[in-house]
T-cell receptor
Framework: DTEVTQTPKHLVMGMTNKKSLKCEQHMGHRAMYWYKQKAKKPPELMFVYSYEKLSINESVPSRFSPECPNSSLLNLHLHALQPEDSALYLC???????????FGPGTRLLVL | AQRVTQPEKLLSVFKGAPVELKCNYSYSGSPELFWYVQYSRQRLQLLLRHISRESIKGFTADLNKGETSFHLKKPFAQEEDSAMYYCALKSGSRLTFGEGTQLTVNP
């Protein structure tokens, strides 16, 4: 398995809902990342995990809560989101934080 | 602070014409630069990284430290090259992207 996978592909949620995004890789990568991408804009880094520990939080609001239960999985828990949080959420992984990052297909999130 | 600038939001060429997508960067250390491509409704894919000095799909990019540039070039554009291209600079675990250039190759 040489790809990063993300589920679900699409998600619609209300502002009071709680949902989770899931990212998985089986390439033995030890660094995983969450990015947010608005339409026609570049990806923006949100979180970095290295060896299952959070190493970077780019001042992301607490309504986004990342979790790395094991070296292959990365979750992003969502609670009380705002409509402006609607975006494509990308997961990436790399051998370690110094190596090239490879991206998943993303989850397209719409907050109503 | 590191910054990546892609001066052209849109670039349109005809099939068979040469194409150059510009990328300039500002970074105080030794840069590690990449080109990523995003085809319509597909994932962001790595196209090139400067350290490997390879040619992928006919594209090349040379790091010019004097001009702080990492322009992407292809001598003969193909219609299937139409996509969004992002130049990116890596510092530690942080990948900073430029705003992107939407390339359209017309038949």
């Amino acid at each position: 398995d040489t790809e990063v996978t993300q589920t679900p592909k699409h998600l619609v949620m209300g502002m009071t809902n709680k949902k989770s995004l899931k990212c998985e890789q089986h390439m033995g990568h030890r660094a995983m990342y969450w990015y947010k991408q608005k339409a026609k804009k570049p990806p923006e880094l949100m979180f970095v995990y290295s060896y299952e520990k959070l190493s970077i939080n780019e001042s992301v609001p607490s309504r986004f809560s990342p979790e790395c239960p094991n070296s292959s999985l990365l979750n992003l828990h969502l609670h009380a989101l705002q409509p402006e949080d609607s975006a494509l959420y990308l997961c990436a992984s790399s051998q370690d934080i110094a190596e090239t990052q490879y991206f998943g297909p993303g989850t397209r999130l719409l907050v109503l | 602070a590191q910054r990546v600038t892609q001066p052209e939001k849109l670039l349109s060429v005809f099939k068979g014409a040469p194409v150059e997508l510009k990328c300039n960067y500002s970074y105080s250390g030794s840069p590690e630069l990449f080109w990523y491509v995003q085809y319509s409704r597909q994932r962001l894919q790595l196209l090139l990284r400067h350290i490997s000095r390879e040619s992928i799909k006919g594209f090349t990019a040379d790091l010019n430290k004097g001009e702080t540039s990492f322009h992407l070039k292809k001598p003969f554009a193909q219609e299937e090259d139409s996509a969004m291209y992002y130049c990116a600079l890596k510092s530690g675990s942080r990948l900073t992207f430029g705003e992107g250039t939407q390339l359209t190759v017309n038949p």
